[in-house]
């Protein structure tokens, strides 16, 4: 029998996946009991419509890939696993948190109740999400800081989990744009590898990610 893990899902687009993304799951381990994340992500963002999305399958490489430096970059850490799982790519589309939920469940043997790490920008609009009043029973939504004034949010009968974490900078942007500027073979900025584990540095330049 799978022994059950205490679980977080962590979605998004990560068009890449930068070091702030391993912080974070670093500042929630060190402050919760979560001690495995899925990472899933979107076949199509429903709050940014993002014509430089990355095809799926580089996306996930490059998951894979900050996975394995996990380890080097926190090793006092404690054991964790890092997943990553297809289903709203495979599912294509705008997917609603909703449905992704009810499939984790199903998916993985799970301790308690799946968290949901969620930045706090989206917070004003929590209650307006499709199934809501069923997914807040099935949750623990697990808050990290994205504007510098917390936002409140008033159901007094969701479970909020606020993470007390330094406000992360948008660096998929920065990379995304930064690349746009490149030409031909054109290596990319030091201070733009920099933002990145080697590893997913080294992809971005080999493929060509995010050029015009």
């Not at 998004?12 to 919760?32: A, C, Q, W």
């Not at 999305?53 to 964790?80: E, I, K």
């Not at 054109?186 to 330049?205: F, G, K, N």
Request: glycine share 4%; hydrophobic share 40%.
């Amino acid at each position: 029998m799978v022994k059950p893990v205490a679980t977080a899902m962590v979605g998004g687009s990560f068009n890449p996946v930068h070091l702030g993304h391993l912080h974070l799951i670093h500042t929630v381990v060190t402050s919760t009991r979560y001690r495995r994340f899925i990472f899933v992500p979107v076949a199509q963002n429903n709050f940014k419509r993002d014509a430089s999305l990355a095809d799926a399958h580089h996306r996930l490489a490059m998951l894979h890939l900050s996975f394995a430096s996990y380890r080097d970059l926190y090793p006092d850490d404690p054991p964790l696993e890092l997943i990553s799982d297809a289903c709203e790519i495979e599912r294509g589309g705008v997917s609603y948190t909703y449905d992704t939920v009810k499939h984790l469940y199903l998916q993985y043997s799970i301790r308690g109740r799946l968290g949901l790490v969620m930045g706090d920008d989206l917070l004003p609009t929590l209650d307006k999400w499709h199934e809501y009043d069923e997914l807040k029973e099935l949750v623990s939504f697990v808050v990290i800081r994205r504007d510098k004034e917390a936002i409140p949010f008033y159901d007094h009968a969701v479970d909020l989990e606020y993470i007390d974490n330094v406000p992360v900078e948008d660096s998929s942007t920065t990379i995304r744009q930064a690349c746009a500027l490149l030409k031909g073979e054109e290596e990319l900025p030091t201070d733009i590898r920099s933002l990145m584990q080697t590893e997913v540095a080294a992809y971005v330049q080999q493929n060509r990610l995010y050029r015009s």
